[in-house]
């Protein structure tokens, strides 16, 4: 019985900083949407990391690309959260959006950890079902 009570404390420690990791990684895309949705693309740029911060070069340039690469992040009509998974090494956060007309499309978004938390290191997109 104590031998099946400290696999279960072990198992369950382990599985409360993959928690938490996927919480964390949740409320910065959530928090992004958020933004986005209220205009607020200071708030939206401040989740991207370095290197997209490097390529747009500020707010409204990187709001700009959202708006018209990916209305469907930019104003969905649902947001549902897939699994957080490892992918050679990398850590990629699936959600799916469904758009104002109602096509469904699957987000990949690759995550990393810096000095300030998490942040979105890119998103690939794709119509949910296409190529599967």
């Given at each position: 019985?104590?031998?099946?009570?400290?696999?279960?404390?072990?198992?369950?420690?382990?599985?409360?900083?993959?928690?938490?990791?996927?919480?964390?990684?949740?409320?910065?895309?959530?928090?992004?949407?958020?933004?986005?949705?209220?205009?607020?693309?200071?708030?939206?740029?401040?989740?991207?990391?370095?290197?997209?911060?490097?390529?747009?070069?500020?707010?409204?340039?990187?709001?700009?690309?959202v708006q018209r690469g990916y209305p469907m992040v930019w104003r969905p009509a649902d947001v549902r959260f897939g699994p957080?998974?490892?992918?050679?090494?990398?850590?990629?956060?699936?959600?799916?959006?469904?758009?104002?007309?109602?096509?469904?499309?699957?987000?990949?978004?690759?995550?990393?950890?810096?000095?300030?938390?998490?942040?979105?290191?890119?998103?690939?997109?794709?119509?949910?079902?296409?190529g599967a």
């Amino acid at each position: 019985m104590i031998r099946l009570l400290i696999t279960l404390s072990f198992i369950v420690g382990l599985s409360l900083p993959a928690r938490a990791q996927s919480e964390a990684i949740t409320g910065v895309i959530s928090s992004q949407i958020e933004a986005f949705q209220t205009g607020d693309l200071e708030r939206a740029f401040s989740y991207a990391s370095p290197a997209i911060k490097g390529i747009f070069g500020n707010p409204e340039r990187f709001g700009v690309m959202v708006q018209r690469g990916y209305p469907m992040v930019w104003r969905p009509a649902d947001v549902r959260f897939g699994p957080l998974k490892s992918i050679a090494g990398r850590t990629v956060q699936t959600v799916f959006f469904t758009d104002q007309g109602g096509r469904v499309f699957e987000a990949s978004y690759e995550m990393i950890e810096t000095e300030n938390g998490w942040q979105i290191n890119g998103v690939s997109l794709r119509e949910a079902g296409a190529g599967a």
